[in-house]
């Protein structure tokens, strides 16, 4: 069962931040939270991953609460090129495995 | 090679057919793992490989589904007797190890007819 909870559409006008945010209230202590997208008929994009601090890349950055119950994805400024659906994943852990619990994701079109 | 590679990028087979596909990893990731998306579903998660061995097998459906590594690097997913309902994307992903982030292959679309 997916760990994660996102609102399943948003829209974003080219040029402003993209903040998408997502719940994951019953994360356990060592799981980490990870970003990625899938562009239509392409396979899931890593974007950006964290445990309990904020996060930066060059293609994003990650928000995560102080109690770290939920997270924020930024796309600082959103192209036409970043629509896509974003997956918000609990990285689960256990005996030295490891698999990725993904949901239905939030459904990003940006606007020209 | 530069990124994970998946053949067939489709195939079409009949019901109560056997099908294999096949992943080549990033090289060098020694973890290696199998999910199946539906239309309009997140990827849902089949196994986990480190190495040769499956570590986690947990996501198979059923015992028509199984997947090899023998070498630690190729994998392959193969599915006997195939129903409708197999029909789906199956993408592969690997990772430098468990701790480090996966990348995911283009996936295999599989039609079961």
Redesign the interface.
Known sequence: DAKTTQPPSMDCAEGRAANLPCNHSTISGNEYVYWYRQIHSQGPQYIIHGLKNNETNEMASLIITEDRKSSTLILPHATLRDTAVYYCIVRVATSGTYKYIFGTGTRLKVLA | GAG?SQTPSNKVTEKGKYVELRCDPISGHT?L?W?RQSL??????LI?F?GTGA??DS?LPNDRFFAVRPEGSVSTLKIQRTERGDSAVY?C?SSFT??T???????TRLTVV
């Not at chain 2, 309009?40 to 998660?45: A, D, L, R, S």
């Open positions: 994970v973890a793992y999910y309009g579903q997140g990827p849902e998660f986990y480190q570590a986690d996501g993408l992903a468990g701790v982030e996966a990348f995911f292959g283009q996936g």
